[in-house]
């Protein structure tokens, strides 16, 4: 007589195997934090941290200042909807927005980097090698420190710098006569 086999696939198998170890739901906690992010968005989750859901539905949201816990709270029903249909269930009932200093400094070092990017960019200048003239020449300039390490270091430096700049003044077009710089 063939033996009927009952086929699953492995999904099915890990979601059984995780509701008999996880009897209390807990990883439903930290699926709802862990999609905080995704599902508000960019701007909002600039501005905020899934922090825990609690086993009566509720999800502690830190937030960065008292105005968005403010507006946000406003939105929280239609923040909650969202989250539950993003995780197929029902696990959270409700939200709490909690100002966090953390996520103030976070969201400032945020604002504070994309300020800074723009400004600090990489130079792609070659550097070219001083000649004997210039070599010289920093050679004689170092000469009047005394420390001989300290002597070496500032030549080292003077000689990067020198062979940076005149790389820079070779990769720039002159200009035309006449024209101010």
Request: hydrophobic fraction near 40%; charged fraction near 30%; include cysteine.
């Amino acid at each position: 007589m063939p033996r009927s086999r009952m086929t699953q696939s492995l999904d099915q198998l890990a979601k059984k195997m995780l509701g008999r170890v996880d009897k209390k739901g807990k990883r439903h906690a930290a699926a709802a934090v862990e999609v905080w992010a995704d599902v508000v968005g960019i701007e909002i989750a600039a501005h905020t941290q899934g922090f825990a859901l609690r086993d009566n539905g509720e999800l502690i949201v830190y937030v960065d200042s008292s105005a968005w816990a403010h507006q946000l709270s406003l939105m929280s029903t239609e923040l909650t909807e969202c989250l539950n249909r993003h995780l197929n269930q029902e696990s959270v009932t409700s939200l709490r927005f909690t100002i966090s200093k953390k996520v103030r400094e976070g969201a400032l070092m945020k604002v504070a980097e994309v300020d800074t990017t723009g400004f600090y960019v990489l130079d792609d200048t070659k550097p070219i090698g001083l000649d004997e003239i210039e070599y010289s020449q920093a050679v004689k300039v170092a000469s009047i420190i005394k420390d001989e390490t300290l002597k070496e270091a500032a030549l080292r430096a003077m000689v990067k710098d020198l062979e940076l700049k005149k790389g820079k003044r070779r990769s720039t077009p002159n200009p035309p006569p006449g024209a101010s710089s």
